[in-house]
């Protein structure tokens, strides 16, 4: 029977598959942690007793402002180091910082356990793409990527639905969940993945890295609370002022600095430019459009936080296959950017859907089901190809640093996406509210909060429908029970900010 010390020994010999199966299982659980604690924060503050919503609400803001900023000078430096440590260490701090919130006794410990895990967490992305770059070329590198980023998305969607059943045993162990999950990574990863090599490039400059992350910190603070304090007040006016000169700052000192923390060249590559100003604007629709859905089936149509997740399941479970078998191929004969144009459409398509058929009484096979194979094959052709896109081109002394910055955007996309229409959503125009469900604009409506009217521009007859659904929304968004489903699904932040 081989000893302990025989079972980890380091072979280092996996293939380019089993890298990509254990980065995106360490991966995974920072995507999916993201979504599943939004879910428990009610029973936190139950919990905790004299802890309130506001208070608790900086366990959501503190891991997503954190995560944000330091994307950036994490995956520089993970550039300089084998990828392979820097990826380990990021899954070891996440996990160590997963049972220390898991045994949190109060809102300031669990807090502070959860910017630890945002630590981790921004080290283990760009490390992850990073290695699943480096141990594979050619189309087997863009399949990876498209898989790997397929898989962010599948979690993600599955967020509430694990939520819910964790919390249903205690909030724990939404918690104690990722540490068989992380031991795992770790000694798998320890055994198996193999040596890549760090880059012989400087350390990043101290002023760089001080600016992009105060820049996005600052940025990201302004979108998750700037309706709680009012989108026109001094305090909202000047974060997001102030983050706009950071970051400008930031850009001029990358373009000027002999050892920029990120390289102007990498957007000289048109392909990364392109993909990820494009990703963003593609998370932008996506966040905004995940909110209205969930608002409209628990708000309109009355169901729990667990049905709503697993009736909206048929979709990410799409993204996947979609990405694996379909998209390859249609990128092959067309080329990236026309599959990228097609899934858009079909995502195009799937909003216009729920805007046209969604009515006062669920139908979900009629109203519901074909929206959500659009929408599921729209971003399984679509995100997974923009990603491929944007690091086809990246240097291995960027894999990294590139790697993270096109997450850094998609995550600023998410959270404006989700800002604009919770703005849109609450923000009074004379007797009114103005909905737009997405920010192509597919999803229109005038709301009276008091339920008097609702005109949706697909269908201005059934004008005693469109009232009875102008009054629910009205009252999700202007009672306390908004503040359950806004929390089951984007957590407090967002509530704060509809509410």
Known sequence: MPSFSQ???????????????????GFSLAVLDVFVVNVALPNIAQDFGSAGLGDLSWVLNAYAIVYAALLVVFGRLADRFPREYGFLLGVGVFTVASALCAAASGTLGLVVFRVVQAAGAALMTPTSLSMVLATSSGEARDKNVRIWTAIGGLMAALGPVVGGLLVAISWRWVF???????????????????????????????????????????????LVKGDDWGWGSTQTIAVLATSVAVIGSFVLHCLHHRNPLVNPDLFRRRSFTGASVVATLFQVAFGGFLLSLVL????????????????????????????????GRLIKRFGSGVVIAIGASFFATGMLWFALFAGLKPDYLVDFFPGLVLIGVG????????????????????????SAVVNMLRQVGLAV????????????????????????????????????????????GAVADAAEIGRRLGEALLIDGAREILDQVYGAPVRDAAV
Do not use: C
């Not at 079972?7 to 199966?21: F, G």
């Not at 399984?380 to 002394?397: D, I, N, Q, R, Y």
């Not at 609450?426 to 009217?453: C, F, K, Q, W, Y």
């Open 379 to 402: 971003v399984g052709l679509a995100l997974p190809t923009m990603m491929a896109s944007a690091t086809s081109e990246l240097p291995p002394e960027n894999f990294a640093t590139g």
């Open 176 to 222: 104690f969940a990722n540490i068989p999950f992380g031991l795992a990574v770790l000694v798998f990863g320890w055994m198996r993945l193999p040596h890549v090599r760090g880059e012989r490039i400087p350390y990043p400059d101290a002023l760089g890295a001080a600016l992009v992350t105060a820049g996005v910190a600052l940025l990201t603070l302004g």
């Open 417 to 460: 996406g989700v800002a604009v229409l919770v703005a849109l959503l609450g923000t009074p125009i004379g007797a009114h509210a103005v909905i737009e469900g997405d920010s192509l604009g597919l999803v229109g409506a005038v709301i009276a909060p008091d339920g008097d009217r609702m005109v949706r521009k697909s269908d201005r």
């Open 7 to 25: 079972v980890l020994t380091r072979r280092r010999d996996a293939s380019a598959s089993l890298v990509l199966l254990i980065v995106s299982i």
């Open 296 to 327: 409209w089936d628990q708000s309109v149509w009355h169901w729990s936080a667990l049905h709503t997740g697993l009736t909206i399941a048929p979709s990410p479970f799409l993204v996947l296959p979609t990405a694996l078998l379909l998209a």
